[in-house]
C-alpha cells in the first residue's frame, strides 16, 4: 500500500501552520494560534465523512470511525498532538522533499550551513532509498507531531473509503499543549470513551514504546543583595553568580547530553537573573523513580551548600510532577502490546521495543485510565533544524494503524 502522497500532502499543509506552544504562558491552550490547525483538523474531519466530531472549548478535536465488524469489540483510540517545541523557530515552515535519498550529504540550508548525513545523525542511515523530508534550516519541520496528525488523518480516510475493512469502533483525538507537559490537563477520558488507545509521536521505523521517563521540573529561585560593589565586601549577594555556581555544580555526567538509554539527568532550561533576583528552572528526567529522586535530593544538597556559601542570599527550590513511566500501566495490558507488535509484524517490520527519553500524552493518559503505547511517526532529530521524517516510515505507522484497527476486531 503506497499512501506516500496522500501522506506528503497532509503534513505540507500541517507544517505551514504556526503551532508552537508557550511553556511560560498561563492560558490553556498556552497559545491561541494552535486552534488554526485544531479548527482545519476539525473540518477535515466532517469532510472525510468522520461521526461525532467536536472540539470543545480546551480546543480538543474527537471524532469517532464507526465500527464495520458485528460484535461487542474494544473501541480502540488514536491520538496526536497539534503543539510543536518552542525549543527552535517554528513560523514559516518551508517543507522540502529529498527523494530516494542514496546516502552522503542531505543539505537542508546551504547558505546556513545546515548539512544531514550519517556522520551527525548515525540513525539516517537504514534508509537509504527513502524519500527524506526536512524544513529548510531556517525553522524545525514539526513533524512532531504533525506527522502523527498526517498518519491518523490518511489512515482515518482510507478506512472510512474501505468499508469492506473490518473492525471496531475507533475512535481520534488530536490535543494541544504536548510539548509543554500539559496535552491533557483537561482530556476527559471518559467521554473519549476508549478502553485503549495509541499515539502516534514517535521515532523512527518500527520503533515502539511503553516506558517513559518519570518527569519532574524544578524551578530554583534566588533572592540576592545588592550592594555598591565598591563596599560590597561580606555584603553583596549576586543572584546571577549564585544561579551560575548552582548551574556549574551540576555533575557532568547527569546532563542530558552525556546520558542515553534509562541513563537520567537534569537539565537546566531558563535562567532569568539579575543582582537582587534570579529564576532558574529546568527539568528532572529518569525512568526509575527512585533514582529521580535520589537526583532531586542531590541537587537539594547542591542548593543546601551555596545557602551556606552565600548567607546573605535566600535560595528555595521546588519540584513539580509533570508526568510518570507509563510502563506500570501497559504491564497490566498485555494484549495491548502484543497487538501493536503483531501489527508492525504484519506491516513488513520487526518491533523494536525501546524507553522513551522524554514524554507523550499517553504517558498521562495511562494514568488517567487510558492504557495508552506510542507508535513509531517515522523520523528523529525533533525539535530543531536538522528534523527529518521519512515518508516510506509515515506510510509504514500509517499501515500498522490499519492493521491495529483489524486486530482489535478479532
Known amino acids: 500500500m503506497d499512501l506516500k502522497g496522500k501522506l506528503y ?9 504556526d503551532t508552537q506552544s508557550d511553556d511560560k504562558s498561563s492560558s490553556f491552550p498556552t497559545t491561541s494560534k494552535q486552534f488554526d490547525l485544531l479548527k482545519l483538523l476539525a473540518e477535515e474531519l466532517k469532510q472525510i465523512g468522520a461521526k461525532e466530531v467536536n472540539m470543545d ?37 518551508k517543507p522540502q522533499i529529498h527523494k530516494c535519498w542514496q546516502g552522503g550529504n542531505i543539505e537542508i540550508n546551504k547558505a546556513l550551513g545546515i548539512v544531514l548525513n550519517t556522520s551527525n545523525c548515525p540513525e539516517l542511515a537504514p534508509f537509504k532509498g527513502e524519500d527524506i523530508v526536512t524544513a529548510s534550516g531556517d525553522t524545525l519541520l514539526g513533524a512532531d507531531d504533525k506527522a502523527g496528525i498526517a498518519i491518523i488523518m490518511t489512515a482515518a480516510e482510507y478506512l472510512l473509503q474501505h468499508k469492506e475493512i473490518k473492525h471496531g469502533r475507533l475512535r481520534i483525538a488530536f490535543t494541544p499543549d504536548e510539548e509543554v507537559g500539559q496535552g491533557v490537563d483537561h482530556f476527559d477520558v471518559k467521554a473519549f470513551g476508549a478502553d485503549y488507545a495509541y499515539t502516534f509521536d514517535g521515532d523512527v521505523a518500527g520503533c515502539i514504546e511503553m516506558e517513559n521517563f518519570n518527569a519532574h521540573a524544578v524551578k530554583i529561585n534566588i533572592t540576592g543583595k545588592s550592594v555598591h560593589p565598591g563596599t560590597a565586601k561580606n555584603s553583596l549577594a549576586n543572584a546571577i553568580r549564585i544561579a551560575g555556581d548552582i548551574i556549574s555544580s551540576w555533575p557532568e555526567n547527569l546532563l542530558p547530553e552525556n546520558a542515553e538509554g534509562r541513563e537520567g539527568f537534569i537539565m537546566f532550561t531558563d535562567l532569568s537573573a539579575e543582582i537582587e533576583k534570579a529564576e532558574l528552572s529546568g527539568i528532572v528526567r529518569e525512568h526509575d523513580s527512585a533514582k529521580l529522586l535520589s537526583m532531586e535530593k542531590q541537587l537539594e544538597a547542591i542548593v543546601e551548600a551555596k545557602r551556606y556559601k552565600y548567607p546573605s542570599a535566600k535560595i528555595e527550590i521546588s519540584f513539580r510532577e509533570q508526568y510518570r513511566n507509563m510502563v506500570e500501566i501497559i504491564n497490566q495490558h498485555p494484549k495491548v502490546m502484543d497487538n501493536l507488535k503483531e501489527a508492525v509484524r504484519m506491516a513488513g517490520l520487526e518491533p523494536r521495543i525501546k524507553p522513551v527519553r522524554g514524554g507523550t500524552d499517553g504517558a498521562r493518559l495511562s494514568f488517567m485510565g487510558l492504557p495508552t503505547p506510542n507508535i513509531f511517526t517515522g523520523g528523529y532529530n525533533y525539535h530543531g533544524r536538522y528534523e527529518w521524517v521519512s515518508l516510506d516510515g509515515m506510510n509504514k505507522s500509517a499501515e500498522v494503524l490499519l492493521n491495529l484497527a483489524q486486530l482489535w476486531a478479532k
Open 9 to 17: 500532502s497532509k503534513l505540507e499543509r500541517y507544517v505551514k501552520i
Open 57 to 93: 472549548k480546551w480546543g480538543y478535536v474527537t471524532a469517532t470511525i464507526p465500527a464495520t465488524a458485528d460484535g461487542n469489540y474494544p473501541v480502540i483510540g488514536f491520538l496526536a498532538h497539534v503543539d510543536t517545541s518552542p525549543d527552535a523557530p517554528g513560523k514559516g515552515v
